[in-house]
Structures are given as C-alpha cells and as structure tokens.
C-alpha cells in the first residue's frame, strides 16, 4: 500500500557536488584509460521525462561511472541514487549528493525506495539511477534478471522514461582498462498503472539485455569508431615508458605513451 506521507525528493548541495565530481573525475582518470560512450542519441531522446536510469551491476566502480555519466552528460539535471542505510549513516555527506538510504531485502527498504523514487520521479529534470540487479553480476550472465522494486514503482508512475545502460570493463592495448558503457533504447512510460509490476520488470530487464548484448558485441569487436571517449586517463607502464619519454625528449618528439594507434 502506498504511505500517505509526502516527501520531497533529497536536498542537493551543488558546491559539494561540484567538488565530488572532481574528485570521481580524477580517481578515474588514474584508475583507466579511457571512459567510452555508445548509443549517445538515446540517452538525448529520453530527457524530455524525468528519468530512470537503470544499469547491469558488474562492478563495485558502477555508481562512481554513473555519477561521471550524469555529470558531463545531463549537468544541469538533478541526479539521485538509492545507498545501503548503514553506509549513508557512516558517510552522511552522501546525503548532500542526492543519496537516499534504503536497507536492503526488508520491507521497511522496499517502501523507502518506492516513497523517494516515487517523489524523484515527479519532477522534471529529474533522474534516478539504480543498479536493478541488487548485487554483482557478470556482464556476461543471461538472462539478465532485476529485482521486482523497478516494476512496482514503474507501476506508481505516469509520464518518465527509462534508459538502460550497460557496463563493461575491458582490457585492450593497454595496462589500465577501458570502461565501456552503452545506452539502450529508452521505455517510455506515460501511465505506469497499465501494467503489472511483473510485466515491467520483465519489459525493462529485457530491454536491459538487449543492451547489454549490443555493448558485448561492439566491446569484442574492439570497435573504437562506436563509441564517443568521454575520459581519458593513463597509458604508461612504468620505467620503460620513463626510458621512452627521455629518448623521445632527446629526438626533440613528444612521447605518446599509448600502446594503440589512438592518440588523445
């Protein structure tokens, strides 16, 4: 049953936002070489709604690529995201980012997310990010199979969409990986209450699969021409990419320390 108590969705702090944003920016770029983006016209074609971004879940670095996404992406939107309660209260400056808490497989958690998803998704310029799986799973396993929360509150919902994203992690030509992310075809919802919450639930992680297939299909065929880099980050492998620049140096030519034929 639905809670009669109106909430408003999480405060955001922009100027803690803005910082954090640099910060998962930066650690990326240590962390990978590249963040690469395919599908980008969907993601632009599902923005005149409020929005439900939901995303396969094959690694903990999952929500810190999110918040990279929704930050070069869509930066005038308001982005929010569910956290396990124990977490928010061992990290409260979550709470300022646009995170809520929801305690995982407890109805109390259940409600929580349906009650602050519900009150996200009614505004515009509003988007939703979650990792429907509820745990980590390969980008590979199918079928791809989300838990029943995205159904009941697609089911609660008039007039939003939902952009699925897939996410893989690969290594290519260099020592660091590549993150690869794709964006699916957008669902439009414009009366949730027409469907069960089964049927969502199957409509959306169907689509999801999709997804994920054509993102499996692009990231083994290594084909860069796909997708848009979004990031670039590190290429060396130690000292013998140190011994490469001085000997470029002393050639008076600029060192490129990528293994690949790309050049940023």
Same mark, same amino acid.
């Given at each position: 049953?639905?809670?009669?108590?109106?909430?408003?969705?999480?405060?955001?702090?922009?100027?803690?936002?803005?910082?954090?944003?640099?910060?998962?920016?930066?650690?990326?770029?240590?962390?990978?070489?590249?963040?690469?983006?395919?599908?980008?016209?969907?993601?632009?074609?599902?923005?005149?709604?409020?929005?439900?971004?939901?995303?396969?879940?094959?690694?903990?670095?999952?929500?810190?690529?999110?918040?990279?996404?929704?930050?070069?992406?869509?930066?005038?939107?308001?982005?929010?995201?569910?956290?396990?309660?124990?977490?928010?209260?061992?990290?409260?400056?979550?709470?300022?980012?646009?995170?809520?808490?929801?305690?995982?497989?407890?109805?109390?958690?259940?409600?929580?997310?349906?009650?602050?998803?519900?009150?996200?998704?009614?505004?515009?310029? !509003?988007? *939703?990010? +979650?990792?429907?799986?509820?745990? %980590?799973?390969?980008? $590979?396993?199918?079928? @791809?199979?989300? /838990?029943? #929360?995205?159904?009941?509150?697609?089911?609660?919902?008039?007039?939003? !969409?939902? *952009?699925? +994203?897939?996410?893989?992690?690969? %290594?290519?030509?260099? $020592?660091?990986?590549? @993150?690869?992310? /794709?964006? #699916?075809?957008?669902?439009?919802?414009?009366?949730?209450?027409?469907?069960?919450?089964?049927?969502?639930?199957?409509?959306?992680?169907?689509?999801?699969?999709?997804?994920?297939?054509?993102?499996?299909?692009?990231?083994?065929?290594?084909?860069?021409?796909?997708?848009?880099?979004?990031?670039?980050?590190?290429?060396?492998?130690?000292?013998?990419?140190?011994?490469?620049?001085?000997?470029?140096?002393?050639?008076?030519?600029?060192?490129?320390?990528?293994?690949?034929?790309?050049?940023?």
């Amino acid at each position: 049953m639905r809670s009669s108590r109106r909430i408003e969705p999480p405060k955001i702090n922009r100027f803690l936002l803005t910082l954090f944003h640099g910060y998962v920016d930066w650690y990326l770029r240590r962390n990978f070489h590249t963040v690469r983006v395919a599908g980008l016209s969907y993601a632009r074609m599902a923005t005149d709604r409020p929005l439900l971004v939901v995303l396969n879940h094959p690694s903990w670095w999952d929500p810190l690529i999110a918040l990279e996404l929704s930050s070069y992406l869509m930066p005038d939107w308001n982005h929010y995201g569910p956290i396990d309660s124990e977490a928010l209260e061992k990290y409260g400056f979550f709470r300022k980012l646009g995170f809520f808490g929801v305690e995982p497989g407890t109805a109390a958690g259940a409600a929580a997310f349906l009650r602050n998803g519900e009150a996200i998704l009614s505004h515009p310029k !509003n988007a *939703l990010w +979650v990792t429907a799986q509820g745990h %980590f799973a390969d980008a $590979r396993i199918r079928p @791809v199979n989300l /838990r029943a #929360g995205t159904g009941h509150l697609l089911r609660r919902l008039k007039n939003v !969409n939902v *952009l699925p +994203v897939a996410i893989e992690y690969q %290594f290519w030509e260099e $020592r660091f990986a590549e @993150v690869l992310v /794709r964006f #699916g075809e957008p669902i439009a919802v414009d009366d949730g209450s027409l469907k069960t919450a089964d049927e969502w639930t199957a409509s959306v992680s169907a689509r999801l699969e999709s997804t994920q297939g054509k993102l499996a299909e692009i990231s083994i065929a290594r084909d860069r021409e796909a997708f848009r880099i979004l990031t670039t980050g590190r290429s060396w492998i130690g000292v013998y990419d140190l011994w490469r620049t001085v000997m470029a140096a002393l050639r008076g030519e600029r060192f490129h320390g990528a293994h690949g034929s790309e050049r940023f």
